[in-house]
């Protein structure tokens, strides 16, 4: 049903692989639409309950596949119409999402991974704020999630100076969550996402919620949501079995409802 | 009130919610829900136990604009004879607050009908727009006079040209909504703001809406007349006389109604 990325399900965690490995997954238009139909299908199938992003080959993604770029191109339609919907369905998902980052992630190839709400690296892997060397900005919402992530000052090095930056560097920056050698990467992968499905899903998108308040709410209207989440999370049965769990003394057992 | 086919009746407490109940067609406006939207509002308001109606929607919208296919193919006359935007004339003079709760969308006449309430709560995740102009006509119940007045006529021209879907955030912004809530606790949230008003003295309540309505349609002068007048008929009321004793003796008050 998708021919540029591929999306299974193991274990309630969907993978959502890019699969244009020959292009290093670069983007097309078609990819663009078939991330946001998969986040889609993710977002409303109650069986997953996290989500990994992941390139197919050697590369991560390289961002947007030149070969479509014209003379004629108004590149802000094409962020308008192509990016910005994928861009805004990974800003509204509320199950947690894992960028494993399999090896280059160049431009908005970065710009996904940031976007999500961990990245795991591959010892190979690299960053790279490609936009500079064709005399572009970062977009697909790149300079938006860069700062908050690294602060502004780190953020404008590596989006003006566009060095490649290796995983190791990464992890050193507060970009990455674990630097993972080969051998076992694709099983280390697969049981951080587990991890985070095994745990109160609602809840986690609820945090996701809040942090995204704090970027600019007051600090009053930032407590009335607050108030809101922690009474929708109050309702939740995952609430429930945590403090059942808690006075019986056992680990809980959550089922993200 | 049980005769209803596409709406939802209820009470909690002294607040009535009427649900809009195709969920299939996402609530879209048939001329029958109307009637039945405007008779259970009209029932609620000459009922002493109401003291505010809550509109909300069923399934994963408010309501999408009215049932096209059941109007593809009227003429003008079979319009003017029909006179079906009488049902909204009678939806302005209820007296009571009214309070929608909007989820998902409201569309065209789901976006009219909205706005014919007093009072709008919207999820975050709310959309509201005109689209009428997209298929060559225009709103019919209102959209262009009570947007207008809302937000002025320079952003209802932008958004009744283009019909582009308005976001909850800008609704806010543009003063079209007083709240905007996570989608989880809409009706929750909406309740307790309506159950808060239910405590107020009916009376003041009423007729402060009336005046305010009135401050919308008519000149400053007629509308402090009109206002005075008001103000002078709560003073023949029971709930004037126990709020300023309330008030005296440093009690709470406790009102009736009457």
């Not at chain 1, 993710?42 to 050697?58: F, H, K, P, Y």
């Not at chain 2, 008779?39 to 994963?60: P, Q, S």
């Not at chain 2, 009488?86 to 709760?101: F, Q």
């Not at chain 2, 543009?174 to 905007?180: E, H, K, S």
Request: charge should be negative; aromatic fraction near 8%; proline fraction near 3%.
């Amino acid at each position: 049903m998708y021919e540029t990325i591929r999306y299974e399900i193991r274990d309630n965690v969907a993978w959502l692989i890019l699969n244009r490995p020959d292009k290093l997954n670069a983007f097309t238009e078609q990819m663009n639409k078939e991330i946001v139909a998969a986040l889609k299908q993710a977002a409303s199938d109650e069986n997953v309950r996290s989500l990994i992003i992941t390139g197919e080959g050697r590369a991560f993604c390289s961002g947007e596949d030149l070969a479509g770029v014209t003379e004629e191109m108004d590149h802000g339609e094409v962020l308008r119409t192509r990016y910005a919907p994928m861009m805004k369905a990974l800003h509204r998902f509320e199950k947690p999402v894992i960028a494993a980052v399999n090896g280059v992630a160049a431009g908005a190839g970065m710009s996904l991974a940031l976007a999500c709400d961990f990245r795991l690296a591959l010892e190979k892997a690299s960053f790279i704020e490609a936009f500079i060397h064709v005399g572009l900005v970062p977009d697909a919402g790149n300079l938006y999630y860069l700062p908050r992530l690294i602060g502004h000052a780190k953020a404008l090095e590596l989006a003006v100076l566009g060095e490649k930056v290796t995983a190791q560097k990464a992890y050193e920056l507060g970009l990455v969550t674990a630097v993972i050698p080969q051998d076992t990467w694709e099983e280390e992968v697969q049981s951080f996402a587990a991890r985070l499905a095994g745990m109160p899903t609602k809840a986690i998108g609820l945090i996701k919620r809040l942090l995204r308040e704090s970027d600019h709410r007051s600090f009053e209207d930032y407590l009335e949501k607050e108030a809101y989440s922690q009474r929708i999370a109050g309702l939740t049965e995952d609430h429930r079995e945590g403090v059942r769990a808690f006075f019986e003394k056992r680990p809980a057992v959550f089922k993200g409802k | 009130m049980s005769e209803f086919a596409h709406i939802d009746t209820r009470t909690e407490g002294a607040v009535a919610v009427i649900e809009l109940n195709r969920p299939h067609v996402f609530n879209a406006l048939n001329r029958q829900m109307v009637t039945e939207i405007v008779t259970a509002m009209e029932a609620y308001d000459r009922n002493d136990d109401v003291r505010v109606i809550v509109l909300a929607g069923k399934g994963r919208a408010f309501a999408a604009g009215a049932d096209i296919d059941e109007m593809a193919n009227d003429d003008p006359i079979t319009l003017e004879l029909l006179n079906q935007f009488a049902e909204w004339d009678r939806m302005a003079l209820i007296k009571k607050p009214t309070i929608a709760a909007v989820h998902g969308f409201a569309l065209g006449g789901g976006f009219e009908l909205a706005l014919s309430c007093d009072l709008l709560f919207a999820a975050e995740t709310a959309e509201f727009g005109f689209p009428e102009v997209n298929i060559g006509v225009m709103p019919g119940a209102g959209g262009t006079q009570r947007l207008t007045k809302l937000i002025g006529k320079t952003k209802a021209l932008e958004w009744l040209w283009t019909g582009e879907r308005m976001s909850a955030a800008t609704a806010y912004e543009l003063g079209i909504v007083n709240r905007v809530v996570v989608p989880e606790l809409l009706l929750e949230e909406t309740m307790k703001f309506a159950q808060k008003i239910a405590k107020q003295p009916p009376l003041s309540i009423r007729l402060i809406k009336e005046a305010v309505h009135k401050a919308v349609d008519y000149p400053l002068y007629e509308g402090m007349q009109f206002e005075r007048k008001n103000f002078y008929l709560l003073f023949a009321s029971e709930d004037q006389k126990e709020g300023m004793q309330a008030f005296v003796e440093k009690r709470k008050p406790h009102f009736k109604g009457k």
